[in-house]
């Protein structure tokens, strides 16, 4: 008989799974908080339940932890674990501490079907969609294992970002009921505005979690023009930037937070010019969005083809939006020694998508012209 993993399970899923077994729906209350906040997978331990439900669950639930294949610890305290979801595909979870918040990045997919150029995740191609236990177990095992590591009887991690593998509105059906869990005061307890929903721009998924269960919202941008992102973000070609900033605004009247952050990933030659910046300050000022920006240091990988911008490039950029009233931050990066920096999450994934050879003939990004001087240009520049 095939058991319930009651990580699949927000409240009310598992309040709907405690009267198929003929139980009173407050019983699942008790039950998410032995799984959630007390980190319990074995139900003879949970001593306030009836022995006659115990005995229920033993047949009828389990709760599955993801395997770990692999942690690594930072100089800096961050952790990355790669979890084993079966069928020869990892994905990876990472725990940023920081001296007021533990940030979890969280993957949604096993690998990822938007290819994005700069993304190492992107190049890996698509295996499939995590299930909600799937995404739920990497803060499950997270928390409950830093409580211990760490010696704390309270809460560790304060914040969750959907950063890691996959574009998580590409998986909305599985990601909802983890968001809930996330949020729910019988079980994380997570105030929305520190649970984000990081996403390349599937404008129409914006819209519906606007509906069903709004939480900070990052976008990642990445380029100034639909020209240049059709070939960064591939979505681009499907949902043009006025659509995306249009579908940002919709979402901020649902928002926790009055702002929007953009991701930009500043990338040599590429994407970095004052004038690039400029043309960012046109498009958010024409749609009328309130924002940040984050500027992300990239992480160079071979396959790329890209190069990190020089740092005075990058804070040069920056001053052009915070000179404009834009609140703009240059990410820090953590956990590179042990490449968990952002963009370079990237598990094992079976790719079904083919993802490496079709990257590799769409290499056609446009250097500026004072890179293209400075560097050789590779066969897949040309
Ligand atoms: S940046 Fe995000 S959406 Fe783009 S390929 Fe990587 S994981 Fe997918």
Redesign the pocket.
């Known amino acids: 008989m095939t058991t319930a993993n009651l990580l699949d399970f927000d409240l009310e899923g598992l309040a709907a799974f405690c009267e198929r077994l003929g139980e009173k729906r407050f019983r699942a209350t008790q039950l998410f908080r032995w799984i959630h906040q007390r980190g319990a997978s074995d139900f003879a331990q949970m001593t306030d339940l009836a022995k006659s439900l115990r005995e229920k669950l033993a047949t009828a639930a389990r709760v599955e932890a993801l395997p770990v294949i692999t942690q690594h610890e930072s100089a800096d305290g961050t952790i990355k674990w790669l979890f084993d979801v079966g069928d020869g595909n990892a994905v990876e979870a990472v725990f940023i501490p920081e001296d007021d918040r533990g940030t979890l990045c969280v993957s949604s ?1 096993a690998g ?5 150029r ?6 890996q191609g698509f295996s499939r969609n995590l299930t909600t236990g799937e995404i739920t177990a990497q803060l499950w095992f997270a928390e409950h294992f830093l409580r211990k590591h760490l010696g704390r009887a309270e809460r560790v991690i304060s914040n969750v970002v959907m ?5 998580p509105l590409q998986n909305y059906a599985a990601l909802v009921p983890a968001l809930r869990t996330m949020l729910d005061d019988n079980a994380y307890g997570l105030s929305r505005r520190r649970v984000t929903v ?3 721009g599937v404008v129409p998924m914006i819209d519906r979690l606007g509906g069903d269960c709004p939480v900070a919202l990052a976008v ?1 941008l990445h380029a100034p023009n639909d020209a240049l992102r059709d070939d960064l ?1 591939p ?1 681009n070609r499907k949902y043009p930037i006025v659509e995306l900033l249009e579908a940002c605004k919709r979402y901020l009247a649902h928002a926790p937070r009055d702002f929007i952050t953009f991701e930009y990933c500043m990338l040599d030659g590429v994407n970095d010019q004052p004038e690039h910046a400029r043309q960012l300050l046109d498009l958010v000022r024409s749609a009328g969005v309130s924002c940040k920006f984050n500027l992300i240091p990239f992480n160079p990988f071979p396959a790329s083809g890209l190069l990190r911008s020089p740092q005075p490039r990058v804070l040069a950029f920056a001053k052009v939006l915070s000179e404009a009233g834009i609140v703009t931050t240059v990410r820090k990066t953590r956990g590179d020694d042990i490449d968990a920096a952002c ?1 370079q ?1 990237a598990g094992d994934v079976k790719d079904r998508t083919h993802a490496a050879e079709r990257m590799a003939q769409r290499r056609t990004v446009i250097l500026h012209p004072a890179s293209r001087q400075a560097a050789t240009p590779t066969a897949e520049e040309q």
């Open positions: 997919q990822c079907a938007v290819g994005c700069f993304c190492s995740t992107g190049h950063m890691g593998m996959g574009e990081s996403t390349s990642s973000v979505l963009g999450l």
